[in-house]
């Protein structure tokens, strides 16, 4: 299929605050899917133009306060409308000043441990996202805590992480790590993993990641 013809991803990867190595790792890997073109930018004022040309706007690595408030007014339309949200690691550490992104993403990032191997498991293999998986997959990153448990805002917990498995993690035996949810038309797709750019060339990685883009751009 020619580019022309494929659907575009908006990747989205401005930070304000830590920023990401892992960045242009994971901005190849997007663009090297399969399926989409994607547009990477780190201007805000991407999101002062229509976004209905875009299958799915992807948050990679964001942090701090990243967008204007025009162009949080288009992203919210945009997604109520039926746009497809993914966001990915530190996306969840981004608007904290903005409550209608965390209903969106379902949590917000709170603390995590060191960098280290630990073991996801598999709550639910009925996605695109998971479907490859194992019911035990050992990986390496930051484990991220969230400030909430976003089963209570309603998502549908895809991995959680085996807090057995490595050092420091709290927030007990059903610590979610990828979910998705329904936004007003729109579909919504959050991983926390994603910390090492050598995560981008994992193949179950990219697989998990490629499920989630596509599920959260179907419309």
């Known amino acids: 299929m020619p580019a022309s013809a494929r659907p575009a991803l908006l990747v989205y990867t401005r930070t304000t605050d830590y920023r990401h190595d892992s960045i242009p790792?994971?901005?190849?890997?997007?663009?090297?899917?399969?399926?989409?073109?994607?547009?990477?930018?780190?201007?805000?004022?991407?999101?002062?133009?229509?976004?209905?040309?875009?299958?799915?706007?992807?948050?990679?690595?964001?942090?701090?306060?990243?967008?204007?408030?025009?162009?949080?007014?288009?992203?919210?339309?945009?997604?109520?409308?039926?746009?497809?949200?993914?966001?990915?690691?530190?996306?969840?550490?981004?608007?904290?000043?903005?409550?209608?992104?965390?209903?969106?993403?379902?949590?917000?990032?709170?603390?995590?441990?060191?960098?280290?191997?630990?073991?996801?498991?598999?709550?639910?293999?009925?996605h695109p996202a998971t479907r490859h998986l194992p019911g035990v997959w050992e990986f390496t990153d930051e484990w991220y805590d969230f400030r909430t448990d976003p089963r209570a805002a309603g998502v549908r917990v895809l991995l959680r992480a085996d807090e057995s498995s490595y050092d420091g993690g709290g927030m007990g035996?059903?610590?979610?790590?990828?979910?998705?949810?329904?936004?007003?038309?729109?579909?919504?797709?959050?991983?926390?993993?994603?910390?090492a750019a050598e995560a981008y060339g994992d193949p179950d990685f990219r697989a998990h990641l490629f499920g989630g883009v596509t599920w959260a751009a179907a419309r």
């Open 25 to 126: 790792a994971g901005v190849a890997a997007l663009r090297a899917l399969g399926g989409f073109t994607a547009d990477a930018t780190e201007d805000p004022a991407a999101f002062e133009e229509p976004l209905d040309r875009y299958a799915a706007v992807v948050f990679l690595s964001t942090s701090g306060e990243v967008l204007t408030p025009a162009g949080r007014r288009r992203l919210a339309a945009y997604v109520e409308a039926g746009g497809g949200f993914v966001g990915v690691h530190a996306a969840a550490c981004t608007e904290y000043g903005w409550p209608y992104y965390g209903e969106l993403l379902g949590a917000r990032f709170d603390r995590h441990p060191a960098f280290q191997p630990g073991r996801v498991v598999t709550e639910d293999h009925d």
């Open 173 to 195: 035996d059903g610590h979610p790590l990828a979910w998705c949810r329904r936004q007003g038309a729109g579909r919504v797709f959050y991983t926390a993993l994603g910390h």
